[in-house]
Nanobody, 128 residues
Framework: QVQLVESGGGLVQPGGSLRLSCAPS????????IGWFRQFPGKKREGVSC????????????SVKGRFTISRATDTSTAEKRVYLQMNDLKAEDPAVYYC?????????????????WGQGTQVTVSS
């Protein structure tokens, strides 16, 4: 089982940017495809983006395409690998709890059942 930890959420003004980070505990993320989801109060989780392994192919929902970028990074000092979600031009419809999840492929990346392990989530708030 992969333990995931998200960080980087917070309060930002409309039009601002945040970078979310998804880090594993004790495992290398490069063995997994990683998805980002968000959940609005009272709603089901919805897919935001996915990055596949080993191809690094990326996928985005229509509501964030062109504004959000998913990427993998390597922390060479510890050999851990992180996945980032760079969120630019944040809008009033983006505030939610954002989760990262580990799965095998991005083939059906919008389906929550495709992922085996989830982080605890990080809150993103957009307000002026």
């Amino acid at each position: 089982q992969v333990q995931l930890v998200e960080s980087g959420g917070g309060l930002v003004q409309p039009g601002g940017s945040l970078r979310l980070s998804c880090a594993p505990s004790g495992y290398a993320l490069n063995a997994f495809s990683i998805g980002w989801f968000r959940q609005f109060p009272g709603k089901k989780r919805e897919g935001v983006s996915c990055i596949a392994t080993p191809t690094r192919a990326t996928y985005y929902s229509g509501s964030v395409k062109g504004r959000f970028t998913i990427s993998r990074a390597t922390d060479t000092s510890t050999a851990e690998k992180r996945v980032y979600l760079q969120m630019n031009d944040l809008k009033a419809e983006d505030p939610a709890v954002y989760y990262c999840a580990a799965g095998n492929q991005c083939t059906s990346w919008l389906a929550v059942d495709e992922y085996d392990d989830w982080g605890q989530g990080t809150q993103v708030t957009v307000s002026s």
